[in-house]
Every structure is written in structure tokens, then in C-alpha cells.
């Protein structure tokens, strides 16, 4: 498809599971950012990557939190050992180059964790 | 961290009024964004600005972003129904050199037709 591909769209994990999100973002497209949206507010910033390498992970709630872009194209956000405060969105967002250039975002994964 | 104050925080209106909402930050940012989400899905890019004081258009909405580079406001003219969702403004702050997204808390729209 044209657009950033988020699965699942949809995950359930009991409190201690440990869950893998992925993200396929626009073909070409360099920079690639995380966010993570609570209910009723602002998506609020994750990490980012340069192709395959991670330049800020300074949004990362804790250690329990693991972002990888191996080839520079898909990601894998991973959660270990998950909370109940972990239950979420995460969305992830793509852009054609580095710089101030316009993010597209996919439809997100809504992550409860019970 | 950097905090964008979005107001109003919810607004009801009739089809075919004007929307006005705005977005203010206490630091400087290198640019503004609005968006829009529906339920269910992901911020869907509105209008970009990228210049103090540059005025855009897309359709019926209009964007601007504050000569003083701390605040930016979005008109919708003439609503629909489906103009219904969250709007968000995001920015860029200064210092910032790719494009890291701070957000506002959102602007709930709901159009009676």
C-alpha cells in the first residue's frame, strides 16, 4: 500500500508478556518515528531512526522499551515485561528525508494490557 | 518537556459556521502542523508551515504560523459534517534538526447539521 502499515491493529497481553509491534513506513522514506498515545490526549514522542540507525531514544519510558529498524525499512517496537500503564496507542510515522519534513502517519496499534 | 496549550478543548457548533482554534508555546518552534484524527486511526496531515508569519490554505482551512514563532492558529470555514474528529497542532522546536513532533492536547469538533 501507499501508506505507513501498522500490525497488529490491535493487541491484548496479560500484565508480564512481552509484545512486538511492527511498522512498515512509505517505501523510501529515511526517518522513521514512534510515538505513544493515551487516551484523550496528544501522541507524545517515542524514539526516531535515520535509516537503520537509532539517533533518539530519549522517549522511552524505560528500559522495558526496545525500538529496532534492522535494513532501514520496517521497525519492531518491543515491550518486555509489560504494565498496565504500558495500555496505549503507539503510532508510527514516516517521512521522505531528515529535516522538518511533513510525518505520515499509520493507524496505530491500540495495546491493552490486562 | 516541551508542552504546546491547544485550546479550545472542545467546541460544538452548527453545519456552516466558522471554526477557529489555536496553539500556543511558551518556546520558540521551527514549525507548525495541524492535523487531524479520526477515531480509530492515525493524525492525518493537514496544512504545514514552515516560516514565521506564512499563512496557508488548504480547501476551507487556513493556517498560520505566529510571526513570533510561539503560536499558530487553524480556521475552518463553512463546516460539514464530516469536519467532525480531534484536531491537533505539533511543531518542531527549535534546536531541533529532524523533526521530532511535539503535540497539542487536541481540539474535540462536533458539527450538528
Known amino acids: 500500500g501507499a501508506g505507513v502499515s501498522q500490525s497488529p491493529r490491535y493487541k491484548v497481553a496479560k500484565r508480564g508478556q512481552d509484545v512486538a509491534l511492527r511498522c512498515d513506513p512509505i517505501s523510501g522514506h529515511v526517518s522513521l518515528f514512534w510515538y505513544q498515545q493515551a487516551l484523550g490526549q496528544g501522541p507524545e514522542f517515542l524514539t526516531y531512526f535515520q535509516n537503520e540507525a537509532q539517533l533518539d531514544k530519549s522517549g522511552l519510558p524505560s528500559d522495558r522499551f526496545f525500538a529496532e529498524r534492522p535494513e532501514g525499512s520496517v521497525s519492531t517496537l518491543k515491550i518486555q515485561r509489560t504494565q498496565q500503564e504500558d495500555s496505549a496507542v503507539y503510532l508510527c510515522?514516516?517521512?521522505?528525508?531528515?529535516?522538518?519534513?511533513?510525518?505520515?502517519f499509520g493507524d496505530g496499534t491500540r495495546l491493552s494490557i490486562l | 518537556g516541551q508542552q504546546l496549550n491547544q485550546s479550545p478543548q472542545s467546541m460544538f457548533i452548527q453545519e456552516g459556521e466558522d471554526v477557529s482554534m489555536n496553539c500556543t508555546s511558551s518556546?520558540?518552534?521551527?514549525?507548525w502542523l495541524w492535523y487531524k484524527q479520526d477515531p480509530g486511526e492515525g493524525p492525518v496531515l493537514l496544512i504545514a508551515l514552515y516560516k514565521a508569519g506564512e499563512l496557508t490554505s488548504n480547501g476551507r482551512l487556513t493556517a498560520q504560523f505566529g510571526i513570533t514563532r510561539k503560536d499558530s492558529f487553524l480556521n475552518i470555514s463553512a463546516s460539514i459534517p464530516s469536519d467532525v474528529g480531534i484536531y491537533f497542532c505539533a511543531g518542531t522546536a527549535g534546536g531541533t534538526s529532524y523533526g521530532k513532533l511535539t503535540f497539542g492536547q487536541g481540539t474535540i469538533l462536533t458539527v450538528h447539521p
Open positions: 518556546s520558540i518552534f521551527n514549525t
Open positions: 510515522a514516516s517521512s521522505l528525508r531528515t529535516g522538518n519534513q511533513p510525518q505520515h
